[in-house]
Structures are given as structure tokens and as C-alpha cells.
């Protein structure tokens, strides 16, 4: 058992950028995570923070300015990076799927929902048609889509945002892959129906036993869904920990700015807090901490040393200086 790999997604390093007529915009500066199998991890940071673009670099699905720079993305121990297109179509679908962010943008709407999920089960299996077809009625009903039978028929348009949202699941799932990575899932859905959503995925995880990667710029989605909870900001990781350690002892001041902006029960009344200035532009990094022109709590060190990771409790690193500051103080103490 020890020759065994752990981890069915090992991220080491890995830096992507995007080659414009302005300059290099490096989106993902050196993120690393693993991820094992029957997991869910959540990847959380505000638009821009990179997220996406690191969900984008593990299947190699970025825009043609896009292009990994430097880093492995290993699957069962393998460096997929060094894979060419044709293994990459084979991958994707097959062993790693993604929930895109607008189902109404993601799904054809000249195609009927059932033709697409015959699509995607004949490309990546041998079934033939009309097992395809068979396999798409099952997965909708498998997702609680009611009358499978007569939605295969009907067009995009002709669903709702949370049936459209459970179509997208089934397509990613109808050939059962190890991964799923579900960018912004429930964005443009309703609190009933978002719950419902996530309840979906979190039963069909136990089901298939398969690991997800949830990409979201809301703390609050994820908080009872993730083992594991990566902060970004600026391409880099900021923080990363267990729901309990993120949400209980946050250690970088982003993730404490991003808590302070969710709504509570216990403070309906208060206004909430923002996080001050604007987001970082890529094509201009700072030196230092990528968070340092929007931190309240700035110390001369973050403006000119990027702060490395620090263990600030089991299971729980920040890359914070204000950390270091407080562990002097108490050393001294």
C-alpha cells in the first residue's frame, strides 16, 4: 500500500499566464494542492483572484493567449501538462468533467438537452445510440430532472435557470468521471434552488465516490460542502485549511475581509463590511503581499517581500506577515 499514490490530483507550482498586447498577465502565480480521491476541495477568492483560470489550467482548456508557464498538473501520479490534444479529449470527460459557470451559455441552443448528453456519452464510451440515449434519460433522472423522457426533446431555452443548472450536471456526469469541477455552479441561482443544487452534488459525490473541485467567490456556499478551502487573491494562494480552521481562525486579512462581507442571521441589522479599494491589476504586481494596497493592517515588510506560506495551526497555512509579526510578539512575551 505504501507504493500506492494518495492523491488523484497533485497541482505542484503551477504558474499560467496570458500573453496580450499590454504585457503578460499572470493570472495563477505558483499554486499548489492536492486532492484525493472521494474529496471535495473549495477554491474561493473574489473575480480575477485567478480561480477559474486554475480550474481552466488543469483540463488546458484556456483561450489561445493562454499558456502554462511553468508547474506540473499530475492525475494518478502522471504530469498531464506533457500530454498532447488528443490524450487531453480523452481525459477531459472521460476522467475529469467541469459544471461551467451560465449553463444558458454553456449549452448549444440549437440542440436539444438530450441530443448533447448523447453527445458527450457517445464520444467518450462505446455505447451505441440508443444506449446513449438510454444513459441520458437515467442521469436526469439521476440529477431530479422530473419527466426525463419528454425534457430530452426540449431546447435549453425552454428550461428553467436550476433545470438548465441540473442538465449541465448530468453532462458532466454521464460517463462518471473521477473529478468534478463545478465552477460558480449556482451564481445565477436562487437561495432554494442553489441548496438544492449543492445537496445534489453532495449526494451524487457520495454515490459515485467521485472528488470535487468547487470554484466560488462565496465563503458562505461552501462552508459545510469542503474538507479542504483554498483562498486566492492575485493568482496566489493566500490561505488554505480545513472549513473549521477558514471560518473559525482566519490568519491572512483577505479571507478575514471576505468573511466580515457575508451576511449573518445574528447581524441582520448591521451594514456589511467591503473589503476597501479594487482588485489588483495583473499586469502590475506588487513586489510584496499581492494584498497589500488593499490592507488595512499594511506593515513595511509586505510592501517589498512576498510573504511564504506559514503554518498557523494543524492543517492550516496563511501566507500572512502578519503572522510572523504576532509570533514575535508572543515569543518575546
Same mark, same amino acid.
Request: proline residues 4%; hydrophobic residues 40%; contains cysteine.
Given at each position: ?36 480521491? !472521494? ?20 483540463? =488546458? ?9 511553468? !508547474? ?8 498531464? #501538462? ?10 477531459? !470527460? ?15 441552443? @440549437?440542440? @436539444?438537452?438530450?441530443? =448533447? ?12 445510440? /440508443? ?9 436526469? #433522472? ?11 426533446? =426540449? ?5 428553467? !435557470? ?21 465552477? /460558480?455552479? #449556482? ?19 457520495? *454515490? ?15 462552508? %459545510?460542502?469542503?474538507? /479542504? ?23 491572512? /486579512?483577505?479571507? *478575514? ?6 451576511? &449573518?442571521?445574528? @447581524?441582520?441589522?448591521? &451594514? ?5 479599494? @479594487? ?24 510592501? #517589498? =517581500? ?12 496563511? %501566507? ?8 514575535? *510578539?508572543?515569543?518575546?512575551?
Amino acid at each position: 500500500m505504501s507504493d500506492e499514490i494518495k492523491n488523484i490530483l497533485e497541482v505542484d507550482n503551477l504558474h499560467t499566464s496570458f500573453f496580450t498586447d499590454n504585457g503578460e498577465v499572470r493570472a495563477v502565480n505558483g499554486i499548489s494542492f492536492n486532492l484525493a480521491p !472521494g474529496k471535495t476541495l473549495g477554491i474561493v477568492g473574489e473575480s480575477g483572484s485567478g480561480k477559474s483560470v486554475t480550474a481552466y489550467s488543469i483540463l =488546458q482548456i484556456l483561450a489561445d493567449a493562454g499558456r502554462i508557464t511553468e !508547474g506540473e498538473v499530475r492525475f494518478n501520479g502522471e504530469d498531464i #501538462t506533457k500530454w498532447d490534444e488528443k490524450q487531453m479529449s480523452k481525459f477531459r !470527460g472521460e476522467k475529469i468533467s467541469i459544471i461551467f459557470q451560465d449553463p444558458m451559455t454553456s449549452l448549444n441552443p @440549437t440542440f @436539444t438537452v438530450g441530443y =448533447q448528453l448523447e453527445e458527450a456519452v457517445l464520444l467518450h464510451t462505446n455505447k451505441t445510440k /440508443e444506449e446513449a440515449k438510454a444513459r441520458a434519460i437515467e442521469m436526469l #433522472t439521476l440529477v431530479g430532472v422530473n419527466e426525463p423522457e419528454s425534457r430530452v426533446k =426540449q431546447y435549453p431555452h425552454e428550461l428553467s !435557470g436550476g433545470m438548465r443548472q441540473r442538465v449541465m450536471i448530468a453532462m458532466a456526469l454521464c460517463c462518471e468521471p473521477d473529478i468534478l469541477i463545478a465552477d /460558480e455552479p #449556482t451564481t445565477a441561482l436562487d437561495v432554494t434552488i442553489q441548496a438544492q443544487i449543492l445537496e445534489l452534488m453532495q449526494d451524487l459525490q457520495k *454515490k459515485l465516490g467521485m472528488a470535487i473541485i468547487m470554484v466560488t467567490h462565496d465563503l458562505g456556499v461552501i462552508a %459545510s460542502m469542503c474538507d /479542504e478551502i483554498i483562498v486566492m487573491y492575485g493568482g496566489r494562494v493566500c490561505e488554505r485549511g480545513t472549513a473549521d480552521a477558514i471560518f473559525y481562525s482566519p490568519a491572512h /486579512e483577505y479571507t *478575514k475581509g471576505l468573511l466580515r462581507s457575508i451576511p &449573518r442571521l445574528e @447581524t441582520m441589522n448591521e &451594514r456589511l463590511v467591503p473589503i476597501g479599494g @479594487t482588485p489588483i491589476n495583473l499586469l502590475n504586481m506588487p513586489e510584496g503581499c499581492a494584498f497589500c494596497p488593499r490592507c488595512e493592517n499594511a506593515m513595511k515588510i509586505c510592501l #517589498t =517581500q512576498k510573504p511564504e506560506e506559514y503554518r498557523v495551526g494543524e492543517d492550516h497555512l496563511a %501566507s500572512c506577515w502578519m503572522n510572523v509579526a504576532e509570533l514575535a *510578539k508572543s515569543e518575546e512575551a
